[in-house]
């Protein structure tokens, strides 16, 4: 039986979905102001990860995932710009899609953002005010009374003294205590508005969330996930909203991922150790960053340096070669051979990744002995449920070289239709510098009428 770690009992617990062979599930998605970076990729890739082993094991899975099209961020950046909002989030989010596929990352059922769900939002800012736990401060915004919620903190195991208003919450002295939090934020000048009830304005960014997964997956559904960062507040305010509108339980089993370090430090730009997907995928095979990212538990944390996707792509180019030497093609996966057994019981285990990829590797060692096609098929097979050795060995083997310092081709071709995004949009700025900085990595742009080819010098 599968079991999951649920972050709100802080024990792994036996996973009984709600309605018998189906599961809903909702992963709070990007924010599309800037590209992805390594914490994105991790949230990505893991609750691909989750959904994959879900559908496998036989459930009818609903994932979503939202997307975040409209916060002070967004704001801010599209007025940096001098662009529409739109233009910026639209830019963003074909980026998004681009950096998921290439980590293989399948799209999830459904995607919804923000600004297409206000209405859902007022509807449910009107539901909390009937229930006596919001109200409109004299700066005009509407706020969620935080200690008229019983049992507030419970998720993030804080009492409401020790308790601080958290990230994107205005501390404004309008309001009645210092930790509500703003459900809908007055109209500014120059910033984009609805009309509601309490005024022109727009949404607060914890209300979304509610909002987009009580729609599409209903007021009480199975799994809820992200990043740890989003514990608090956003994840606790998310349960206050949820369960304060509706009066029921509002997620059964919480799942976080654990923080991302760079070289043991924990990622941050005013660090100067900000990696995007887009840099790493300069010196690494995408499904190289797959397998970093796979090969550690969802929750530990994620130590990231050159030496370790080093590693990774020695390990993963391991698993190829042993296919190598017995050709065969993906199948389905016998669940009586001992290696998959190994592997589901691993799997059942709150998704454990590292030992699920220890099979491999022992399949692959009995693979080089055997040369079995049967067990090349075996190999293959799991590895696709972890997204994995999708690809013709000798493809992946030329693509990825013995060092990190050549840029992969998918690499090349992603900063290439950067370039032409930025041409189109007039940023001519921009796109020198990815010619400058592609020239600088040994590969020469030939702009012709039919495009733009490219080869290494």
Same mark, same amino acid.
């Given at each position: %039986?599968?079991?999951?770690?649920?972050? =709100?009992?802080? @024990? +792994?617990? $036996?996973?009984? !979905?709600?309605?018998?062979?189906? &599961?809903?599930?909702?992963?709070?998605?990007?924010?599309?102001?800037?590209?992805?970076?390594?914490?994105?990729?991790?949230?990505?890739?893991?609750?691909?990860?989750?959904?994959?082993?879900?559908?496998?094991?036989?459930?009818?899975?609903?994932?979503?995932?939202?997307?975040?099209?409209?916060?002070?961020?967004?704001?801010?950046?599209?007025?940096?710009?001098?662009?529409?909002?739109?233009?910026?989030?639209?830019?963003?989010?074909?980026? %998004?899609?681009?950096?998921?596929?290439? =980590?293989?990352? @399948? +799209?999830? $059922?459904?995607? !919804?953002?923000?600004?297409?769900? &206000?209405?859902?939002?007022?509807?449910?800012?009107?539901?909390?005010?009937?229930?006596?736990?919001?109200?409109?401060?004299?700066?005009?915004?509407?706020?969620?009374?935080?200690?008229?919620?019983?049992?507030?903190?419970?998720?993030?195991?804080?009492?409401?003294?020790?308790?601080?208003?958290?990230?994107?919450?205005?501390?404004?002295?309008?309001?009645?205590?210092?930790?509500?939090?703003?459900?809908?934020?007055?109209?500014?000048?120059?910033?984009?508005?609805?009309?509601?009830?309490?005024?022109?304005?727009?949404?607060?960014?914890?209300?979304?969330?509610?909002?987009?997964?009580?729609?599409?997956?209903?007021?009480?559904?199975?799994?809820?996930?992200?990043?740890?960062?989003?514990?608090?507040?956003?994840?606790?305010?998310?349960?206050?909203?949820?369960?304060?509108?509706?009066?029921?339980?509002?997620?059964?089993?919480?799942?976080?991922?654990?923080?991302?370090?760079?070289?043991?430090?924990?990622?941050?730009?005013?660090?100067?150790?900000?990696?995007?997907?887009?840099?790493?995928?300069?010196?690494?095979?995408?499904?190289?960053?797959?397998?970093?990212?796979?090969?550690?538990?969802?929750?530990?944390?994620?130590?990231?340096?050159?030496?370790?996707?080093?590693?990774?792509?020695?390990?993963?180019?391991?698993?190829?070669?042993?296919?190598?030497?017995?050709?065969?093609?993906?199948?389905?996966?016998?669940?009586?051979?001992?290696?998959?057994?190994?592997?589901?019981?691993?799997?059942?285990?709150?998704?454990?990744?590292?030992?699920?990829?220890?099979?491999?590797?022992?399949?692959?060692?009995?693979?080089?002995?055997?040369?079995?096609?049967?067990?090349?098929?075996?190999?293959?097979?799991?590895?696709?449920?972890?997204?994995?050795?999708?690809?013709?060995?000798?493809?992946?083997?030329?693509?990825?070289?013995?060092?990190?310092?050549?840029?992969?081709?998918?690499?090349?071709?992603?900063?290439?239709?950067?370039?032409?995004?930025?041409?189109?949009?007039?940023?001519?700025?921009?796109?020198?510098?990815?010619?400058?900085?592609?020239?600088?990595?040994?590969?020469?742009?030939?702009?012709?009428?039919?495009?733009?080819?490219?080869?290494?010098?």
């Amino acid at each position: %039986m599968l079991k999951i770690y649920n972050s =709100l009992a802080r @024990e +792994k617990q $036996d996973f009984v !979905p709600i309605n018998p062979g189906s &599961v809903r599930m909702y992963v709070c998605g990007m924010t599309v102001y800037d590209y992805c970076h390594l914490g994105h990729a991790r949230v990505l890739v893991v609750f691909d990860m989750v959904q994959r082993w879900l559908r496998a094991i036989g459930l009818e899975v609903c994932y979503v995932r939202n997307i975040t099209d409209i916060d002070d961020k967004i704001i801010k950046r599209a007025s940096e710009n001098n662009e529409r909002i739109s233009e910026l989030t639209a830019r963003f989010i074909r980026f %998004m899609d681009e950096d998921a596929a290439a =980590l293989g990352v @399948e +799209k999830p $059922d459904h995607e !919804p953002k923000a600004t297409e769900h &206000v209405p859902q939002m007022l509807e449910l800012i009107r539901q909390l005010e009937h229930n006596g736990l919001a109200y409109q401060a004299a700066a005009g915004d509407v706020n969620f009374s935080v200690r008229k919620f019983p049992g507030y903190g419970r998720l993030s195991g804080k009492s409401l003294d020790d308790l601080r208003a958290g990230e994107r919450v205005d501390v404004d002295a309008s309001k009645e205590d210092p930790l509500d939090f703003v459900l809908w934020k007055h109209a500014r000048e120059g910033e984009p508005c609805w009309a509601s009830p309490w005024g022109e304005g727009r949404p607060g960014w914890h209300i979304e969330c509610s909002a987009m997964s009580s729609h599409l997956l209903g007021p009480h559904f199975d799994i809820h996930g992200g990043g740890q960062d989003l514990q608090f507040p956003h994840h606790e305010n998310e349960i206050a909203q949820s369960e304060g509108a509706h009066g029921k339980r509002f997620v059964n089993y919480w799942m976080h991922n654990g923080f991302v370090r760079i070289d043991d430090e924990k990622m941050s730009k005013s660090l100067g150790n900000f990696f995007t997907i887009r840099q790493i995928l300069r010196n690494y095979d995408a499904e190289v960053l797959r397998f970093f990212i796979l090969r550690a538990h969802y929750r530990s944390p994620l130590n990231y340096s050159d030496t370790h996707l080093d590693d990774a792509r020695q390990a993963l180019s391991r698993l190829y070669t042993a296919l190598k030497s017995a050709p065969s093609s993906a199948a389905a996966v016998d669940w009586d051979e001992p290696h998959a057994m190994r592997f589901a019981e691993a799997m059942n285990d709150d998704f454990n990744t590292p030992e699920a990829c220890a099979v491999l590797f022992d399949l692959a060692a009995e693979l080089n002995r055997s040369k079995s096609t049967a067990l090349a098929g075996q190999l293959r097979g799991l590895g696709a449920l972890l997204g994995l050795l999708g690809r013709e060995p000798q493809a992946f083997l030329q693509a990825t070289p013995a060092s990190g310092g050549e840029m992969s081709a998918a690499s090349i071709e992603l900063l290439i239709n950067e370039r032409m995004t930025a041409k189109k949009r007039k940023d001519f700025a921009a796109a020198d510098r990815i010619r400058a900085e592609l020239l600088s990595a040994g590969v020469v742009l030939e702009d012709g009428a039919q495009g733009t080819n490219w080869r290494r010098a």
